[in-house]
């Protein structure tokens, strides 16, 4: 016999034991109707056993999540549409709750809250999923934030400091940097272990777009996932985005690797959750948002976390970014968001106009639990540093009268205005640890004082050079760095007294 009459003559047989042991029963399945479809939501008529969040299998195709119930009708928001969905089509239980793909199959990729690629590239094959909304981690299973997660921003890093496992909240208006500086903070984790999930809400595609570029262009992709749901996206999808993300972090975080979580931006994804309760019949509450909405946000919130090592150690660390409208801190979503975090990063449209940038405000920022994660030298610094800088604000109001001051007076203030001119960073040029140190023990040695505004740049940049060239750490003793700061400014002085000798 050739292999081919084997084959058929055990699918026979197979085909015939199945036949021998079937037996006729009856099989309970539960079909349900869509009722109505549209806005991105349907209603279903039927599936008296439908739960919340459970996965609806339509016959077109198209699946949806439950989201409301009520007597009579089924809500559900759609994950996925085809263009034969229509009233009439029948549904029926998936019986599962809703799981994406995770793994690092996802690194480098452009994803869609399901998991599906946007960047045209080959589809994702990934040996693991996990569901979307789970539980946050036991308090038993975590471990206190206690390791710096270093932004490269100057203001952040020395007196907002974010530690491995915190969510700090990013706020202030549309248009004064909020999304620029987490892209930084991005940009500077390369060669730092910590794997980002960068989660876009709600945004035009145009923006979209941007971010996608400038994350490639600075090389960053490697060890980052972007989850887009784009404004033209299905609401339900722009709903789910940040757990998605979430859950894609979380899979690394059980893997003991760090990570570091966007959410931009979380005022969309309130409204986008509004429009949904609002189209699925939700009793309103304040502001109209539904009454669970700080349940929602703070259910994500609580997933970020430092595991205990013996979990693994990771960490997942959470950056949500939230608009304000003029300024308005006390609206609904920011205070619920500001109590849901451990801190704030504040961003002023003054000091925006005024051209301070980053428009960081630091006397509306604060870290609750960052300090105990960053460097202790850096602390001490930074600690007298913004002494200088408080009092500064504080002096600056009396010169606008232009009264006459003390002569001490003045020099606090020149001094304030150097600081301040120090603090002011581009985009797109995260700065190492070591640098910041750098400049703090300048600064509070006195290096600084009486330069010209117009110098600071200048000697910033030749002091990142020799931060750069030179073997310090933060470990090194105080006395160390003093001594190779003022080294550098003398040999800077004094090239610059050898310049102006032969120009003249
Ligand atoms: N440090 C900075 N230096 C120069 N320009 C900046 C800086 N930060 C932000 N910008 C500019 O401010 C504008 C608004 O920034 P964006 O991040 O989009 O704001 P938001 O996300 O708060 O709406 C952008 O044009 C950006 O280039
Ligand atoms: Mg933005």
Redesign the pocket.
């Known amino acids: 016999m050739n292999s081919e009459a084997i084959c058929q003559e055990s699918l026979i047989a197979a085909r015939r034991r199945w036949l021998d042991r079937y037996r006729f029963s009856v099989r309970v399945s539960e079909l349900g109707r869509v009722a109505s479809v549209g806005d991105g939501i349907v209603w279903i008529e039927g599936l008296p056993t439908a739960a919340i969040d459970e996965v609806l299998k339509i016959e077109d195709g198209s699946r949806a999540m439950v989201f409301h119930l009520t007597e009579e009708l089924v809500g559900a928001i759609l994950l996925e549409e085809t263009d034969q969905l229509a009233a009439g089509c029948l549904v029926s239980h998936s019986g599962q709750h809703l799981g994406i793909p995770v793994g690092d199959e996802l690194l480098s990729r452009i994803v869609d809250p399901l998991g599906r690629p946007l960047d045209g590239l080959t589809a994702i094959e990934c040996k693991n999923r996990r569901e979307i909304d789970v539980l946050s981690p036991p308090i038993v299973e975590r471990d206190f934030v206690k390791r710096p997660l270093y932004t490269g921003n100057k203001i952040i890093d020395t007196l907002i400091p974010i530690g491995k496992g915190q969510r700090q909240l990013?706020i202030?208006?549309?248009?004064?940097?909020?999304?620029?500086?987490?892209?930084?903070i991005v940009i500077n984790q390369k060669g730092k272990q910590v794997r980002c999930v960068y989660v876009l809400i709600g945004q035009k595609r145009s923006?979209v777009m941007n971010t996608v570029e400038t994350l490639k262009a600075a090389g960053t992709l490697e060890f980052t996932t972007i989850v887009v749901a784009d404004a033209a996206a299905l609401p339900g999808l722009q709903y789910l985005a940040p757990f998605a993300g979430t859950a894609i972090a979380e899979d690394w975080m059980r893997r003991g690797l760090d990570t570091l979580v966007i959410y931009?931006?979380l005022t969309t994804h309130a409204d986008c959750y509004r429009e949904l309760s609002l189209l699925l019949r939700r009793p309103p509450g304040r502001e109209a948002y539904p009454a669970d909405i700080f349940y929602l946000h703070s259910r994500l919130l609580e997933r970020s976390t430092c595991l205990s090592a013996k979990m693994g150690g990771g960490s997942l660390t959470a950056l949500p970014?939230v608009?304000t409208k003029e300024g308005e801190l006390a609206s609904y979503i920011p205070t619920n968001l500001i109590s849901i975090t451990d801190g704030q990063i504040y961003?002023s449209e003054p000091l925006?106009s005024g051209g301070f940038?980053?428009?960081i405000d630091v006397t509306r920022s604060v870290s609750r639990i960052g300090g105990r994660a960053q460097d202790a030298g850096i602390r001490k610094e930074a600690g007298r540093m913004k002494l200088d800088y408080l009092r500064f604000l504080e002096l600056e109001v009396f010169t606008r009268f232009g009264a006459k001051l003390e002569k001490s007076i003045e020099r606090q203030i020149q001094r304030g205005r150097v600081l301040r001119e120090i603090l002011?960073?581009?985009?797109q040029a995260p700065l190492p640890i070591e640098f910041q140190m750098a400049w703090l023990v300048a600064f509070n040695s006195g290096l600084f004082d009486g330069a010209g505004l117009e110098e600071i740049p200048g000697d910033l940049e030749y002091l990142a050079r020799r931060v750069a060239a030179s073997t310090l750490t933060l470990s090194s003793p105080r006395e160390e760095w003093v001594g190779a700061v003022k080294r550098w400014f003398s040999e800077k002085r004094e090239r610059i007294g050898v310049g102006d000798e032969q120009k003249g």
Not at 424 to 427: A, F, I, L, T, V
């Open positions: 990013i202030g208006d549309n248009g004064l940097g909020k999304s620029s500086l987490v892209l930084d923006s931009d931006d970014l608009e961003f925006f940038l980053p428009a002011k960073q581009d985009q």
